[in-house]
């Protein structure tokens, strides 16, 4: 079944012509400081790949590769390999802006992404990238991204999974707003739309996140880009690619 599964956060499962990836898995009830408002997903099985969009803890979390297995096949920005390699993981491959990469039944490209490239406080670094995949169907994975009028570059695809939210009392530069995020669909010109990085994950002491921020995306969304499929999910939420075809 082609399908997309969100898990919470920036993790996304993308099945899709044969081909299952999925996206910054950060599959634990906690990761540095930040606390899942739920229950962690349920464990994640038969995974072709893995595409990880930048080296922030929230995004790649070691923990959460290794339930996926040391020999999975995980894609990381360029200066993220070693950090992997040191820890055992055999089958890494680090791309940048422009790459293309076959995994399975799909391709991949490699696009830019605006946001910060530190592994705070005082880790590695390594520019974020976003990923289109291509194959029946198209799917872009912005990972963390500010709006950038390149965007325009990578439509028109048929999903598109955008952050609309973070995780602190403040959305600091890097991060699309609920609106910013309504306006990048201009741009990117998809079919569907799925929002994602909300009220998954919050600080100590911090009350739950809501699902605020998909409600104003999905007013936004339908004021500036009345066009495009607005779906909201919940975690564990999913989505049928068939009845879209690309092209």
């Not at 994640?44 to 990880?52: G, T």
């Not at 993220?80 to 491959?93: I, K, N, Q, S």
């Not at 990048?184 to 909300?198: D, E, F, G, S, T």
């Not at 999913?238 to 879209?244: G, Q």
Request: charged share 25%.
């Amino acid at each position: 079944m082609n399908e997309l599964v969100w898990l919470g956060h920036a993790t996304v499962v993308v099945e899709l012509d044969g081909t299952r990836v999925i996206t910054d898995p950060v599959l634990r009830r906690r990761v540095a400081h930040l606390r899942r408002a739920g229950a962690a997903p349920a464990p994640v099985e038969d995974v072709d790949a893995v595409l990880v969009s930048h080296a922030h803890y929230d995004h790649l979390d070691v923990a959460s590769l290794r339930r996926l297995g040391q020999g999975s096949r995980v894609v990381v920005p360029d200066g993220a390999g070693r950090l992997l390699r040191r820890r055992g993981f055999t089958d890494v491959l680090e791309v940048e802006v422009g790459d293309t990469v076959d995994l399975g039944s799909l391709h991949v490209e490699v696009v830019p992404a605006e946001h910060d490239a530190q592994r705070r406080p005082f880790g590695l670094r390594a520019e974020p990238v976003g990923y289109v995949v291509r194959g029946s169907q198209s799917v872009y994975f912005a990972g963390d991204t500010d709006f950038f009028d390149g965007m325009r570059e990578l439509g028109p695809v048929d999903w598109a999974l955008l952050p609309v939210a973070g995780w602190g009392r403040t959305l600091p530069a890097g991060h699309l707003s609920p609106r910013r995020a309504a306006e990048a669909l201009a741009l990117l010109r998809p079919r569907v739309a799925v929002p994602i990085h909300w009220g998954t994950f919050r600080e100590p002491f911090v009350r739950p996140g809501t699902d605020e921020p998909a409600r104003e995306f999905a007013a936004a969304a339908a004021e500036l880009a009345p066009d495009v499929d607005v779906r909201v999910l919940e975690p564990g939420g999913r989505c049928t690619l068939e009845f879209i075809r690309s092209g």
